[in-house]
């Protein structure tokens, strides 16, 4: 592997954010998942992330790799958690709306991207992450547990119950 970096999305650079999240819902239909198949995230949720600041690519100095929001403040559905988290309310970092390019995935790519993830929580003060996934992703399931994460619970998220997972920093 590479040398990877964690960028601030930019919003000239929306349409390859767009592009990583529909290689993604692609990815995930034939997957038999129907996480990402009603709309969401569309192009408003992306513009949001960029225009908050929360909007990444893992690059490798030449292109996006992946697209993911960090954010900071919170997810509210959390609150609402069936289980229960590793930590209280502590600062929490959220990764939401994770895309791999198709050509990266099944490359280790996913360890780089958390790791950066980390990084970047650590920095901002975080003491755990937080993720929510789909029953039916067990890919995302797989690589939440291999790089660390441990099952909390459910949340009920974008119109659906989804697996709740932490991992403290």
């Known amino acids: 592997m590479g040398s990877y970096v964690l960028k601030k ?17 692609r990815y995930l239909k034939e997957q038999g998942s129907d996480q990402w198949q009603t709309g969401y995230p569309d192009e408003t949720d992306i513009r949001e992330d960029i225009l908050r600041g929360r909007g990444y690519f893992v690059t490798d100095g030449t292109q996006p790799l992946a697209y993911l929001c960090v954010d900071f403040e919170g997810e509210p559905a959390y609150g609402q958690i ?3 988290w590793l930590t209280d309310s502590s600062p929490y970092g959220v990764i939401h709306r994770l895309a791999i390019r198709s050509e990266s995935r099944g490359k280790g790519l996913s360890r ?12 901002c003060g975080a003491q755990s992450i937080r993720v929510d996934t789909d029953e039916k992703n067990k890919i995302m399931q797989h690589i939440l ?5 441990v099952p909390c619970g459910t949340i009920w998220f974008a119109g659906g119950d989804k697996l709740a997972y932490e991992k403290v920093l």
């Open 82 to 84: 069936r289980g229960q």
């Open 9 to 25: 999305a930019e919003m000239d650079q929306l349409s390859a954010a767009m592009d990583l999240i529909s290689d993604g819902k």
């Open 145 to 149: 547990q291999k790089n660390g994460f």
């Open 112 to 123: 780089e991207i958390f790791s950066l993830a980390e990084e970047l929580c650590r920095n």
